[in-house]
């Protein structure tokens, strides 16, 4: 496998702070280090990724609208010739974020919207107003900044289905994505909302092509990974085709991490990219759709 596709595509955690207290999120366990990226951190990194092309995505284990220089970092990365987008909460979508999204815009947008239930959007996200948080997610599509999409979970507690989620949110011009609730790697204390089951895959097809960037420039294995135990290296000291190489191994031969061992996440499962990573990231999406049909 060509080591230039693990970095296809990337997560950038430029913090890993949050104020939410989401039930399908295990944060309350991280174990890794705290903080913010520096602005030296993050040049190393975007000069690292802009060396393979990526697909950057602010986000991980925390907010990144709470780094005080999120919208300069979105505005750095487009500048440098990548597409580079967030996952957000729609608690974020605060009227500064919203200006400082039309300001800045990315490339793409991820909203975390679990579900449409209003009872059980309470229950997973108890520190969020179901109403004003839908208020908020139709505010951003009507100001239309750039793509987005809802993704929601399907858990044992979901009482609307895949349909009715996209239903909802197609009123509003809103494209979706739905999921069955996944543990984390394991990490979900609270599994009676995983509706996912366990991987059958000893490869990851998921390490071969995704790469997640902590807060401090370590290059982790997995978004999972609340230790640090999947630690490949670091984008700001390690050489990146040697780290590229480490990942292709590890994701051909099958993850060594336990944190792996517990994988419900559905992207496990992906078939490895074939042949030499093309330089255009069109050709590069043909190619791994064309695999993934195959299978």
């Excluded at 060396?51 to 220089?69: A, C, Q, V």
């Excluded at 974020?97 to 449409?116: A, D, G, T, Y």
């Excluded at 044992?156 to 543990?183: E, I, Q």
């Amino acid at each position: 496998m060509d080591c230039k596709w693990t970095f296809l595509s990337a997560d950038v955690e430029l913090t890993n702070l949050c104020s939410e207290n989401c039930a399908m999120c295990p944060r309350d366990h991280l174990q890794r280090p705290q903080g913010i990226m520096s602005q030296n951190v993050f040049s190393k990194v975007l000069e690292v990724l802009v060396g393979f092309d990526s697909r950057i995505t602010f986000s991980g284990f925390g907010n990144p609208t709470l780094h005080p220089l999120w919208h300069s970092c979105v505005k750095q990365a487009r500048a440098a010739g990548l597409p580079a987008g967030l996952v957000l909460h729609p608690s974020t979508l605060t009227s500064e974020v919203l200006q400082l999204l039309v300001r800045h815009p990315p490339s793409h947008l991820e909203i975390s919207f679990p579900s449409i239930d209003p009872a059980l959007f309470s229950r997973l996200c108890p520190r969020s107003d179901y109403t004003e948080a839908v208020r908020r997610v139709v505010e951003l599509r009507r100001l239309n900044i750039t793509p987005m999409v809802c993704v929601g979970l399907q858990t044992d507690g979901s009482l609307k289905s895949a349909g009715h989620y996209r239903s909802f949110w197609k009123a509003y011009g809103v494209r979706t994505r739905f999921f069955p609730c996944h543990s984390r790697g394991g990490n979900l204390q609270d599994r009676s909302w995983v509706r996912a089951t366990p991987s059958q895959s000893q490869s990851c097809g998921l390490l071969a092509i995704h790469a997640f960037v902590a807060w401090n420039g370590d290059l982790l294995a997995c978004c999972h990974d609340l230790t640090g135990e999947t630690r490949i290296g670091n984008l700001c000291t390690d050489e990146p085709m040697l780290l590229a190489q480490q990942k292709s191994s590890f994701a051909e031969a099958g993850p060594p991490w336990a944190l792996c061992q517990a994988c419900d996440e559905f992207r496990k499962n992906w078939p490895l990219p074939e042949g030499a990573c093309p330089r255009d990231p069109a050709e590069r999406g043909r190619q791994l759709a064309k695999k993934v049909n195959k299978k």
